[in-house]
């Protein structure tokens, strides 16, 4: 069965336009997954397509509504569970293991928040899982959306041209990627590491595990704090480059 992704949105237009280019756009025409940006405007019931109102309570700012955005996700559910999922400010921070998990739905909804936020009501009866980017607010959910689908298309079998296009970079396996390098062999008096010019497979691989464990310690302390070392591993982290 064919991946589908539906995304309910103000600004349908846009997000056809970034997917719809580079390997997520190669990956639709190929027929990897399919992509349904639904306009919620259309699912208004007055002249003026009204989607958001003022919250109530009082206080600055529009909240999206609870019925354009319901008759939106059934539209796209059609009385099957589509696993939804809510861009938000408030939701938990995505990672590469959110978007391994999200890669196996054959069907995925998901939702952009605008305004000031979406009516409660709506989230507690549609709503799986809220998403964020990060510690920061943004305009709408268009971009968060956009980049949530990019993570997911890209593990789906056929998308890369192999596996290791993906399992050996940053937060696979919980590492940061090692560095790489390409031509010139030389570039303003920097040269490439000699071990990589080598051609010796095993000492490459030593170096690329040594470099990553490096460079995760160094950079992200949380991450490295998680990580079960093994023995080579922490002779690798005792290492220098010309040790290989």
Known sequence: ??????????????????????????????????????????????????????????????LMQADPLFRAWESVCAGRHVHTVLMSAQGHPYTQQDARRLSLCDRLCLVCGHYEGVDRRFIDECVDEEISLGDFVMTGGEIPAAAV?????????GTLADESCYVEESHWNGL??????????????????????????????????????KTTRERRPDLFEKLSLSDEDRALLSSSPEDL
């Open 176 to 213: 940061l990627e090692y560095p790489q390098y390409t031509r010139p062999e030389v570039w303003h008096g920097r040269a490439v590491p000699p071990v990589l010019l080598s051609g010796h497979r095993e000492n490459i691989r030593k170096w690329r595990r040594a470099e990553a464990l």
């Open 1 to 62: 069965m064919t991946p589908r992704i539906d995304i309910l949105t103000l600004f349908p237009e846009a997000l056809n336009a970034m997917l719809g280019t580079s390997i997520t756009g190669n990956a639709l025409q190929r027929g990897i997954f399919e992509l349904n940006c639904v306009q919620i405007r259309d699912f208004t019931v007055n002249r003026q397509r009204q989607v958001d109102d003022y919250p109530y309570g009082g206080g600055m700012g529009m």
């Open 149 to 157: 689908v990019d993570s997911i298309v890209r593990l789906l079998p």
